[in-house]
Protein backbone atom coordinates (compact mmCIF):
# COMPACT_ATOMS: atom_id res chain seq x y z
CA UNK A 1 0.00 0.00 0.00
CA UNK A 2 2.71 2.23 0.80
CA UNK A 3 4.27 2.12 -2.88
CA UNK A 4 1.00 2.81 -4.52
CA UNK A 5 0.38 5.56 -1.94
CA UNK A 6 4.26 6.99 -2.85
CA UNK A 7 3.28 7.26 -6.43
CA UNK A 8 0.04 9.00 -6.04
CA UNK A 9 1.72 11.67 -3.91
CA UNK A 10 4.25 11.87 -7.23
CA UNK A 11 1.30 12.54 -9.13
CA UNK A 12 -0.43 14.73 -6.64
CA UNK A 13 2.47 17.44 -6.29
CA UNK A 14 0.22 19.33 -3.22
CA UNK A 15 -1.18 16.50 -1.91
CA UNK A 16 0.00 14.83 1.73
CA UNK A 17 -1.55 11.77 3.36
CA UNK A 18 -2.22 12.10 7.06
CA UNK A 19 -2.43 8.93 9.59
CA UNK A 20 -4.26 8.59 12.55
CA UNK A 21 -4.03 6.16 15.07
CA UNK A 22 -3.44 5.58 18.21
CA UNK A 23 -0.25 3.54 17.55
CA UNK A 24 2.00 6.27 16.35
CA UNK A 25 5.47 5.52 18.68
CA UNK A 26 8.72 7.02 17.93
CA UNK A 27 10.11 4.16 16.23
CA UNK A 28 6.64 3.59 13.99
CA UNK A 29 6.86 6.87 12.55
CA UNK A 30 10.19 6.79 12.00
CA UNK A 31 9.68 3.44 10.04
CA UNK A 32 6.62 4.97 8.27
CA UNK A 33 8.58 8.13 7.37
CA UNK A 34 11.41 6.11 6.42
CA UNK A 35 8.90 3.54 3.88
CA UNK A 36 7.96 7.09 2.45
CA UNK A 37 11.44 8.04 1.50
CA UNK A 38 11.60 11.60 -0.80
CA UNK A 39 7.90 11.86 0.52
CA UNK A 40 8.32 11.55 4.05
CA UNK A 41 7.99 15.40 4.19
CA UNK A 42 4.62 15.12 2.90
CA UNK A 43 3.13 12.40 5.63
CA UNK A 44 1.39 13.89 8.76
CA UNK A 45 0.16 11.65 11.60
CA UNK A 46 -2.11 12.32 14.47
CA UNK A 47 -3.10 10.30 17.85
CA UNK A 48 -6.40 9.10 18.99
CA UNK A 49 -8.90 11.95 19.91
CA UNK A 50 -12.97 11.64 21.32
CA UNK A 51 -15.30 11.22 19.19
CA UNK A 52 -16.38 14.25 18.28
CA UNK A 53 -12.94 15.55 18.01
CA UNK A 54 -12.41 12.23 15.46
CA UNK A 55 -15.37 13.20 13.10
CA UNK A 56 -14.46 16.82 12.49
CA UNK A 57 -11.30 15.99 11.73
CA UNK A 58 -12.99 14.72 8.58
CA UNK A 59 -13.54 18.38 7.36
CA UNK A 60 -9.67 18.67 6.41
CA UNK A 61 -9.67 15.59 4.35
CA UNK A 62 -10.62 15.47 1.08
CA UNK A 63 -10.50 11.57 0.26
CA UNK A 64 -9.68 8.25 1.87
CA UNK A 65 -7.15 5.53 0.82
CA UNK A 66 -8.09 2.48 1.88
CA UNK A 67 -5.39 0.02 2.85
CA UNK A 68 -5.02 -3.29 1.69
CA UNK A 69 -5.32 -6.34 2.32
CA UNK A 70 -7.47 -5.66 5.01
CA UNK A 71 -9.71 -2.59 4.01
CA UNK A 72 -11.79 -0.26 6.27
CA UNK A 73 -15.35 -1.07 7.75
CA UNK A 74 -15.98 1.22 10.53
CA UNK A 75 -13.02 3.83 9.06
CA UNK A 76 -14.93 3.84 5.47
CA UNK A 77 -18.24 3.98 7.00
CA UNK A 78 -17.15 7.15 9.36
CA UNK A 79 -15.42 9.03 6.29
CA UNK A 80 -18.47 8.52 4.00
CA UNK A 81 -20.73 9.70 7.17
CA UNK A 82 -18.58 13.11 6.97
CA UNK A 83 -18.76 12.82 3.22
CA UNK A 84 -15.66 11.53 2.63
CA UNK A 85 -15.39 8.73 -0.03
CA UNK A 86 -12.97 6.16 0.16
CA UNK A 87 -10.87 4.80 -2.55
CA UNK A 88 -10.92 1.08 -2.38
CA UNK A 89 -9.12 -2.31 -4.17
CA UNK A 90 -11.54 -5.10 -4.12
CA UNK A 91 -10.12 -7.74 -3.26
CA UNK A 92 -11.25 -11.75 -3.51
CA UNK A 93 -11.35 -12.72 0.19
CA UNK A 94 -14.47 -11.08 2.49
CA UNK A 95 -12.34 -8.48 4.32
CA UNK A 96 -11.14 -7.07 1.40
CA UNK A 97 -14.66 -5.95 0.49
CA UNK A 98 -16.53 -4.14 2.78
CA UNK A 99 -15.33 -0.68 1.45
CA UNK A 100 -16.40 -1.43 -2.10
CA UNK A 101 -19.81 -2.46 -0.83
CA UNK A 102 -20.38 0.39 1.15
CA UNK A 103 -18.52 2.64 -1.94
CA UNK A 104 -21.21 0.51 -4.62
CA UNK A 105 -24.69 0.79 -1.87
CA UNK A 106 -24.07 4.75 -2.35
CA UNK A 107 -23.53 4.78 -6.12
CA UNK A 108 -19.81 5.54 -5.96
CA UNK A 109 -18.54 2.41 -7.28
CA UNK A 110 -17.13 3.61 -10.22
CA UNK A 111 -15.30 6.48 -9.06
CA UNK A 112 -14.14 4.75 -6.01
CA UNK A 113 -13.51 0.67 -6.04
CA UNK A 114 -10.72 -0.57 -7.76
CA UNK A 115 -10.09 -3.86 -9.14
CA UNK A 116 -6.03 -3.43 -9.65
CA UNK A 117 -3.30 -1.72 -7.88
CA UNK A 118 -3.07 0.82 -11.09
CA UNK A 119 -6.86 1.61 -11.21
CA UNK A 120 -6.80 2.44 -7.28
CA UNK A 121 -3.77 4.81 -8.07
CA UNK A 122 -5.45 6.07 -11.18
CA UNK A 123 -9.31 6.47 -9.50
CA UNK A 124 -6.90 8.38 -6.34
CA UNK A 125 -5.47 10.34 -8.56
CA UNK A 126 -8.30 11.35 -10.77
CA UNK A 127 -10.35 12.17 -7.99
CA UNK A 128 -8.09 15.16 -5.90
CA UNK A 129 -7.14 16.11 -9.82
CA UNK A 130 -8.69 16.51 -13.28
CA UNK A 131 -12.25 14.91 -11.21
CA UNK A 132 -12.55 17.47 -7.67
CA UNK A 133 -15.74 18.36 -9.13
CA UNK A 134 -17.17 15.03 -9.11
CA UNK A 135 -14.94 14.98 -5.80
CA UNK A 136 -17.16 17.66 -4.52
CA UNK A 137 -20.18 16.23 -5.91
CA UNK A 138 -19.83 12.92 -3.74
CA UNK A 139 -18.78 14.69 -0.86
CA UNK A 140 -22.51 16.70 -1.02
CA UNK A 141 -23.93 13.77 -0.60
CA UNK A 142 -22.85 11.29 0.50
CA UNK A 143 -24.09 11.44 4.07
CA UNK A 144 -27.87 11.61 2.75
CA UNK A 145 -26.96 8.72 0.38
CA UNK A 146 -25.71 6.60 3.17
CA UNK A 147 -28.37 7.23 4.98
CA UNK A 148 -30.78 6.30 2.62
CA UNK A 149 -29.20 3.16 2.03
CA UNK A 150 -29.24 -0.65 2.89
CA UNK A 151 -25.85 0.30 5.22
CA UNK A 152 -28.48 2.31 7.56
CA UNK A 153 -31.92 2.13 6.49
CA UNK A 154 -33.60 -1.15 7.10
CA UNK A 155 -30.43 -2.40 8.87
CA UNK A 156 -32.01 -2.99 12.01
CA UNK A 157 -35.39 -4.72 11.09
CA UNK A 158 -33.60 -6.94 8.64
CA UNK A 159 -31.19 -8.22 11.19
CA UNK A 160 -34.27 -8.69 13.43
CA UNK A 161 -36.00 -11.10 11.00
CA UNK A 162 -33.27 -12.84 10.59
CA UNK A 163 -32.43 -13.50 14.39
CA UNK A 164 -36.52 -14.23 14.40
CA UNK A 165 -36.07 -16.76 12.19
CA UNK A 166 -32.96 -18.29 13.02
CA UNK A 167 -34.68 -18.71 16.49
CA UNK A 168 -38.60 -20.31 14.86
CA UNK A 169 -35.94 -23.10 12.95
CA UNK A 170 -34.31 -23.81 16.43
CA UNK A 171 -37.31 -23.57 18.31
CA UNK A 172 -38.95 -26.08 15.46
CA UNK A 173 -35.65 -28.24 15.39
CA UNK A 174 -36.43 -28.97 19.08
CA UNK A 175 -39.81 -29.51 19.05
CA UNK A 176 -39.11 -32.48 16.82
CA UNK A 177 -36.87 -34.40 18.70
Given at each position: ??????E??????N??????S??F??????????????????????F??S?RE????Y???D???D????????S??????????????L??????????????L????D???????????????????T?????A????????????????K??????E????????E????????
Amino acid sequence: AIDAWKEILARVPNGFIHFKSGDFSPSRRSWVADAFGEYRNRILFDFNTSHREHMLWYQDVDLALDTWPQCGGVSTLEALDRGVVTVTWLGERRNQRSSGSFMTLVGFADDCVAHSRQDYIEKAVALVTTKRDRLAEMRACGQQRMQESPIIKGYVGAVENAYRSLWREWCQKQSNE
